[in-house]
Each structure stands twice: as C-alpha cells, then as structure tokens.
C-alpha cells in the first residue's frame, strides 16, 4: 500500500457516513459485482474515474450518478494549468515587468554581489537541470517518444511532457523572501552604509536605542555582507511564480488571501499581452458559477462555448464532461458530493502513518472498518 503505487476503493453510505467496505483495487467488475448485491442504491456519488462511472452503471443501472464538484473544478484548473506550461515565457516577461527596477546610477557603482554557500549550491542544481533538459529536448528532436526519453533520461512522462510543452527551459519556481526584522530599516542601514559606518556592533547599539527588538548577530550579518561587496538590503529579488501558481489565480476562488493585488496585477497583464488567457479566465468563471447557482440549463451552451473558442486544453476537459453529463448534470442539482468519502480517505491515510506504512491490507481493512479507530 505504498503511497502512489497501489490504489484501493473505499466505499462510504452518504446517509450514515460510515465505510461500507475497503476493496484492495480498482477492478471494475469486482466492484459491479457488489453493487448488484445492493439493489437499494439509489444514489451513487463519484469522481471522474471512468472505471467507477462504468462500474456503477452496470451494478447499480437504478441508481443516479452524480460527479463529484470538487474534482469538476480540479479538472478545470489542471487544464488551465497545462495551457499555462505552453506559455512560460509570458509568465517570465510578466514577472521581468512586475518585478522593482534599480536606478541605473545604483547599477553602475554597484560592486559585483558576494554570492554564499547556499546561492552557489542552487546555481548548480539550475545548471544540472538544465543540462537535462537540454537532453530531453534533444532526444525530442531525434525522434524519441515520451516513454523512451522518460527511461533514458530517468525523468517521469510528466515532467518530460511538461518541459515539451514549456518551449523554453522552466525555471523552478522560487519561494518568497520571508520577513525579516531589518525590513522596516532598510532605508536607515543604507544611510549607514553609504556614509562609511559599518561596525555592526555600533549600528546595533544604535538600533536598539531606536526600537530595534532583534539581535546584535542578526545585524552584524547583515552588515558583513557590505564588506563582502554584496548589494544593499533595499529590494528583494523578483521570484518567478510558477505555472502552477499563475494558472490558481486565473480563477478567483482560489486566490490565496493576501495576493490578491498582486495576482489581479499580473493576470491584468498577462491577458492584455494574450487573449487566450482571457477568454480560458472567463470559461472557468462561467463553469464556476453554474455549479454555484446551480444553473443547469447554461451547461450545454458552456460545452458550446469551449469548443468555439476554448484553448485546446480546456477542450480536451470539457469533451471528456459532455460525455458524462448526466452525471454533471447531477452534481449541479443534487445535495450529495464526496467530501464525506475525503474525510474517510484521509482518516486512512492517518491510520497508515500509524502504524508507519507496514500493515497488510487486513490489519488496515479492520481498523478503517471498526467505528473505534
């Protein structure tokens, strides 16, 4: 039961909220198989898996079927997210002009920057991965496959397809600058800075006198790098948020709280810059909506719209959702969803870790079962 190598299928009553059964796999005909033993079902709630959808509907044909909402939603995002690879040198430009510009008179004098232990390790990293991508762009042109480049190259078919579809090497996604204590005199150390003062100890006495809470050692660190030739502390360096990002804030129900002028920003111009990510915004907004207003009618023009004018990802989603639409259809209009299966999902993860990954099926069978666990 190793994480990501072997799937079961956990089966809940939406009524009571408990387990029915624990299923070792995936196999359609075992789990027809038991749903003709419960000819009472009359509503099965389910995610996009085509296996579960054809199960149901052989075992259980008087049963309604109702897709899940929230992996309706996840479908549309991981598409936007796929057009969002094909267009990683727009993110780049956008973040280039977002980021804060320095005075070309600071650029000039400014010494070459002290580059540390941890900055010289991640250039690296960069260097390697970029030689590997190279080699799967070069195995690509020589007319391999993804699954011969994935086994030549060690890479898996999705990181390989993602960096096919990117165009241009993608740079990882760097994680935001934390706050820090000096942040607020920032303006006051470069005074000290440019007027020759660099003891930390003294700058420190002198911090403190003014309402500086943090300590001597934090300062004097940040005062060793003047001496070492780096840049002033007066802007942190621009991060490239990543395509996984950019695609959430395509959608703004998923906007984190606190980035929103910043992701409202750098969609504005991103869309200003390329209609398509425009006309994809408005898409998942509509599909949005129509599950929030339970506006059954509009799904079939939605459908229409999509194949009009969608990007090809979205496309791809929507075909795969017209081809199961009565069970959208359901999940529009119906009260059931799988959020009482997810919580039973990860209440068997939690007994997993328990008992560290090493139970037989059994033993982990008996404890997701027992109402006592």
Known sequence: MASGHHYGTLI???????????LPGRDQRTLAAWFRKYPEIQVVSRDRGGIYATAAREGAPQARQVADR????????????????????????????????????????EPAPYIRRPERLKQLTRN??????????????????????????????????????????????????KPSLLDPWHGWLEEQRESGNHSGSQIWREMVANGFTGSETTVRDEVAKWRKG???PVTAPARLPSASRVSRWLMPWRIIRGE??????????MCEKEPELKIAQQL??????ILK?????????????????????????????????????????SKWSNGVVEGHVNRLKML??????????????????????
């Not at 929103?260 to 111009?269: D, H, K, R, V």
């Open 70 to 109: 929230w992996n309706l939603l996840k479908n549309i995002g991981d598409a936007l997210e796929r057009m969002m690879y094909r267009h990683m040198p727009l993110i780049r430009l956008v973040a280039n002009e977002l980021s804060p510009k320095k005075s070309p008179e600071l650029e000039q004098v």
């Open 230 to 232: 780096g840049s002033a």
């Open 12 to 22: 809940v009553n939406l009524d009571t909220h408990r387990p029915l059964v624990l």
């Open 260 to 269: 929103e002028n910043y992701a409202s920003c750098f969609i504005g111009l």
């Open 128 to 177: 390697k991965r970029h030689q590997r991508w190279v080699e799967v762009i070069t195995l690509h042109k020589n007319g391999c496959g993804l699954r011969q480049i994935s086994r030549t190259t060690g890479l898996s078919r999705v990181t390989v397809r993602r960096w096919l579809q990117s165009g241009t090497f993608p740079e990882m996604s760097t994680r935001p600058r």
């Open 284 to 289: 998942a907004l509509d599909f949005y909506r």
């Open 293 to 333: 207003t339970k506006n059954k009618p509009q799904l079939n023009r939605w459908f229409t719209h999509v194949s009009e004018s969608g990007p090809v990802e979205l496309q791809r989603v929507a075909a795969g959702m017209e081809a199961d639409a009565a069970a959208i259809c359901e999940a529009i209009t």
């Open 352 to 373: 997993k870790r328990q008992m560290y990954g090493r139970a037989s099926f059994e033993l982990l069978q008996r404890r997701v079962m027992s109402p006592l666990a």
